[in-house]
């Protein structure tokens, strides 16, 4: 029966497992298989995907925790479910994001306490420094990530607690990762930067308040740039 199905692309090596799970997923959805259904094997899967059977089975752990497929021991796995093309990886991939940006937002804001009591004029004047490259970017309608990761790790510099820094650092190090699917987001980022304008003239004059109200504005952009992402690898 299955011969008549439609076939699996294989799935780049370099891939995470997730990657797996949204070809399975919709191996179900384009077969339009139903509840009940038996899907191959982990040992058929791994050989129509071409990797190991290690990241298959955690595959089909992801999918059976979405209550996608239901795997009985000894018989077999099955179709729980019916199945959406949705991308399972978008969406673990959002949640991870959120996670790591809840996270930075958080510690950011212990960064914008310690800029207020602590920036130099040399400090807030290399501040503007990077602020001013990012407006003539954005004037020439790009977003400069470069100077804004330079503008952020400054504000990290006047803290200057070490490990706050290296915390932060590695945040967004890790946020990064995820610039696959966020590749169109220049336009939505390029109106970040009046906040970020806001930002650097609240820590000048020590308000505290609206240096987080203009902080909350930019989390804010960032997270709708999300919500917007859309699978850059979807369908390769």
Known sequence: MLKELASIKPVSKDL??????????NFIYTNKLQPGDKIPSERELAEMLQIGRNSVREALRVLENQDIIEVKTGKGVYVAQNSSSDSIYLKLIKVNYMELMDTKMVLDKSVIDYALENATPAQLEKL?????????????????MEQDHKFHHCLLEIGNNKMLEQIVLNLIKALDKYAGILEEANALWITTIPYHRQLLEAI??????????????IYQIDIVALNTARDSEAGS
Not at 16 to 25: E, F, G, M, R, T
């Open 16 to 25: 995470l497992y997730v990657k797996v799970a949204d070809a399975i997923n």
């Open 204 to 217: 000048k004059r020590c308000d505290r308040q609206a240096a987080f109200d203009a902080y909350d504005k």
């Open 128 to 144: 503007e420094s990077f602020l001013l490259e990012m407006e003539n970017a954005a004037a020439r309608n790009t977003f400069s």
